[in-house]
Nanobody, 128 residues
Framework: QVQLVESGGGLVQSGGSLRLSCAAP????????IGWFRQAPGKEREGVSCMGSSDGSTYYADSVKGRFTISRDSAKNTVYLQMNSLKPEDTAVYYC?????????????????????WGQGTQVTVSS
């Protein structure tokens, strides 16, 4: 079983920044694509960003393009989502996800159903 642990969420004012982390003890994140998703109250879970294995291709939803950056730190076995210029509409629970099926894949799946392993989520609240 793969355990993903998100952290870094919190309350921030509009225009502020947060950096989310996704760690996976005992599991080499480098080898797998990683997706970041979010779910706001009453809304469907949506894809925010993803990155292929190693330093593979990246994807950003239009709503976050130019404001969010996904990255990896191989030494720390951690994937980050740097979120700048946050808006109230970014308020949601953020999840990271991965799946063994896509090992070594340089492209990252964009749909939530392509991922079987999920973290518990971290709350991001942006006040206006």
């Amino acid at each position: 079983q793969v355990q993903l642990v998100e952290s870094g969420g919190g309350l921030v004012q509009s225009g502020g920044s947060l950096r989310l982390s996704c760690a996976a003890p005992g599991f080499r994140l480098d080898y797998y694509p990683i997706g970041w998703f979010r779910q706001a109250p009453g809304k469907e879970r949506e894809g925010v960003s993803c990155m292929g294995s190693s330093d593979g291709s990246t994807y950003y939803a239009d709503s976050v393009k130019g404001r969010f950056t996904i990255s990896r730190d191989s030494a720390k076995n951690t994937v980050y989502l740097q979120m700048n210029s946050l808006k109230p509409e970014d308020t949601a629970v953020y999840y990271c996800a991965t799946d063994r099926r896509w090992k070594y894949g340089t492209m990252c799946p964009r749909g939530q159903y392509e991922y079987n392993y999920w973290g518990q989520g971290t709350q991001v609240t942006v006040s206006s």
